[in-house]
C-alpha cells in the first residue's frame, strides 16, 4: 500500500481545497487513499489516450433540499 | 389466512388476491402495519412509518379495485421506499442528522409512479448514511437487524429495504445502487434485488450520491416481483436527461420465458479471487444448476477488470465529495465518523485521476461488452463473503485481510463502472445459516434476459421457499 503523509494531507485540504479535516479524521483518510492509489497510478497501462474522452452523462437535477 | 401470513405473501400472490377480491388493500395493510408495530422496535428497518397515510391510501386503493378501475398487479401493494427517495410532505432523511428535518415538496419521478400504479406507501427506510458505505450500519437511527443473523450486518446502503422485506416488513422496496448498495442487502438478507442499467429508470428527485454510478433498482422477495416493480419503474423522463428513449419490454412476460438454449459466461478474475469457501461452493453450485436447466456456460475472460476498483473508487470519492463539500464546510460533526472520512477522501483525488477514471470506464465496458456479445450474461457471486457481524471491520480469507467495506463490494462495484444491468438471487445458505448471492450481469437495456435466467433459476435453488425464522 502506498503511504501519503498526514500532514501533506492537512495542507492540501487548508491550502488548495479548503475543506476543513478534523485531524481524527485523517488515519481513515490516508488508508483510504493509500489502498488506491497504486491502483489509480496503473489506470496509464489502459492506453487512456486513444479512448474518446466524451465521458459526460448528465444527471437528473440536484434535490433541493434546504441548501 | 392469518394476519402475519399475509406479510409473507409475493406481490403477484397477493396482487392477484387484490385484484379478484379476495384480499382487500387495507386488510393487507393493516397486516403490514401490524408486524411493523411489533417487530420494527427491534428491526431498525425503517426511519418514518406512515401509518395513517396508508391506511388512506388503502382504503381507496379498494374504493377503486371495488368499482372496477383496477390499475394493475400493484395496485393495493405496500411497499416502502429508502430515505433518499424524495417524498412530498414526508421527511426525507437520507439515513443521516444533517437532514433529519428535511420534508420535500415533490416527489421523486419512481415515488410518483409506483403511486400512479396504485402502491401503497407504507414509509420510507433505514440507510448507511447518505448512501455511502456497504455494511449498512447507521449511527444515526440504528442498524437494520439481518433477519437471517441478527448479529450480522444486513448490508448496504439499502440496508433497511434489504432488511424489511427479508422479514416481512414491507412487500417490496426500493433502493439505490452506487457500488453495490441493491445488490449488497439483497445478498446478505437473502432477497432479490436488481441494478438495472444506467438510463433505464429516473433518478430525478432521488439525492445523489455520485451522478454517473447512481442506479435505482426494485428489491423483493422474488424475481417476478422485481418484474413487476421494474416494470412500474422503467421508461424514460424528461426530468432525468440520463434516461434512456428506448421501449419497455412486458418484464413478467420476459421473466417467464424458456430459458434453454441462452449462453452464460464465468468470470475468474477479480470476482472468483479470494472468496469466502461456501461461497464459491454456493456459487459453483449454482451454475451447474443453470446448466442442468439446459444453459451453457463456459469460462470467459475480463483481463483488464481489476481496473474497475480504483477506477471506481475516484469517480465516487470525486462526486460524492463535490456534492457534500458545502455541509463539510459547516457542519462536519454532524456526520458519522465513517461517512465523514469517507467524503473528505475526495478533496484528494486529484482532477486528473477522475478524468483518467472516466476514460477508463469507458474501455472497461467496451471489454464487458465485447464478451456478452459471446454470452447472454455473466455469472459472479455478488460477495465474496456472507454476512460479517456487524463489529467486524475487517475479514480474512485465503490468508488476506481486508476492510469489509473491500471485501462487500468487490463484486458488484465494477457493474456500476460500466453501467451494465446485475441482479441478485438468493443461492444457497452457509453453515452458519447465512444467505449466499448470485449475480447476474446482462447487456445494456437487457434485464429481461437476467430476469428470464434468475426465475428459472429461483425454481431450483436451495433456497426455494426458505425463510428467515421471524419472531412470532
Not at chain 1, 10 to 19: N, Q
Not at chain 2, 231 to 236: N, V, Y
Not at chain 2, 300 to 307: F, K, S, T, V, Y
Request: aromatic share 4%; charged share 20%; hydrophobic share 40%.
Amino acid at each position: 500500500m502506498a503511504s501519503v503523509s498526514k500532514e501533506l494531507l492537512r495542507i492540501i485540504a487548508e491550502a488548495l481545497a479548503r475543506v476543513p479535516v478534523d485531524p481524527g479524521d485523517l488515519p481513515a483518510i490516508e488508508a483510504q487513499l493509500g489502498a488506491q492509489l497504486d491502483g489509480l497510478a496503473g489506470l496509464d497501462e489502459l492506453d487512456l489516450q486513444s479512448v474518446e474522452p466524451v465521458t459526460v452523462m448528465l444527471p437528473p437535477r440536484e434535490a433541493p433540499h434546504g441548501r | 389466512m392469518a394476519a402475519d401470513e399475509l406479510t409473507l405473501l409475493s406481490i403477484a400472490e397477493a396482487g392477484e388476491r387484490l385484484r379478484r377480491r379476495t384480499l382487500s388493500p387495507v386488510e393487507l395493510t393493516r397486516a403490514y402495519l401490524a408486524r411493523i408495530r411489533a417487530e420494527d422496535a427491534a428491526a431498525h428497518c425503517y426511519i418514518t412509518v406512515l401509518q395513517e397515510q396508508a391506511l388512506a391510501s388503502a382504503a381507496t386503493a379498494e374504493r377503486e379495485i371495488g368499482s372496477g378501475r383496477y390499475r394493475g398487479p400493484l395496485h393495493g401493494i405496500p411497499i416502502a421506499l429508502k430515505d433518499l427517495v424524495m417524498t412530498r410532505g414526508i421527511r426525507t432523511t437520507c439515513g443521516s442528522r444533517i437532514l433529519k428535518d428535511w420534508v420535500p415538496d415533490a416527489d421523486a419521478t419512481v415515488a410518483a409512479r409506483l403511486a400512479d400504479a396504485g402502491a401503497i406507501l407504507l414509509g420510507k427506510l433505514n440507510m448507511h448514511e447518505f448512501a455511502y458505505g456497504p455494511t449498512g450500519v447507521n449511527p444515526h437511527y440504528g442498524t437494520p437487524v439481518n433477519p437471517w443473523g441478527r448479529d450480522r450486518m444486513p448490508g448496504g446502503s439499502s440496508s433497511g429495504s434489504g432488511a424489511a422485506v427479508a422479514t416481512g416488513l414491507c412487500a417490496g422496496a426500493l433502493g439505490t445502487d452506487t457500488g453495490g448498495s441493491v445488490r449488497i442487502p439483497a445478498s446478505l438478507c437473502g432477497i432479490v434485488g436488481l441494478k438495472p442499467t444506467y438510463g433505464r429508470v429516473s433518478r430525478a428527485g432521488v439525492v445523489p450520491l455520485a451522478w454517473s454510478l447512481d442506479h435505482i433498482g426494485p428489491m423483493t422477495r422474488t424475481v417476478t416481483d422485481t418484474a413487476l416493480l421494474l416494470q412500474a419503474l422503467a421508461g424514460h423522463d424528461p426530468a432525468d436527461p440520463s434516461t434512456a428513449t428506448l421501449a419497455v419490454p412486458d418484464y413478467r412476460h420476459a421473466s417467464d420465458a424458456d430459458p434453454r438454449g441462452l449462453r452464460i459466461g464465468v468470470v475468474r478474475e477479480v470476482f472468483f479471487e479470494r472468496l469466502h469457501p461456501e461461497v464459491r461452493t454456493a456459487v459453483e453450485a449454482a451454475a451447474r444448476a443453470l446448466e442442468g436447466l439446459g444453459i451453457r456456460v463456459e469460462e470467459i475472460r475480463l483481463p483488464r477488470i481489476h481496473h474497475a476498483g480504483p477506477a471506481t473508487f475516484a469517480i465516487i470519492t470525486a462526486e460524492s465529495m463535490a456534492y457534500h463539500e458545502p455541509y463539510l464546510k459547516t457542519r462536519a460533526s454532524e456526520y458519522g465518523a465513517d461517512v465523514r472520512a469517507r467524503l473528505l477522501t475526495g478533496q484528494f483525488v486529484l482532477a486528473t485521476q477522475y478524468l483518467k477514471a472516466q476514460r477508463a470506464r469507458q474501455v472497461l465496458r467496451a471489454e464487458v461488452d465485447g464478451v456478452l456479445t459471446t454470452v447472454d450474461a455473466l455469472l459472479l457471486p455478488t460477495t465474496p463473503i456472507p454476512a460479517p457481524r456487524t463489529d467486524e471491520r475487517e475479514a480474512t480469507v485465503d490468508g488476506v485481510c481486508e476492510d469489509v467495506r473491500a471485501w462487500l463490494t468487490r463484486c458488484t462495484r465494477p457493474i456500476n463502472l460500466t453501467g451494465h444491468p446485475a441482479l441478485s438471487v438468493p443461492c444457497g445458505l452457509t453453515s452458519d445459516g447465512l444467505p449466499v448471492g448470485l449475480q447476474l450481469v446482462g447487456r445494456h437495456f437487457d434485464e429481461a434476459t437476467l430476469l428470464r435466467l434468475a426465475r428459472a433459476y429461483e425454481t431450483v435453488s436451495p433456497l426455494r421457499d426458505r425463510r428467515p425464522s421471524l419472531p412470532a
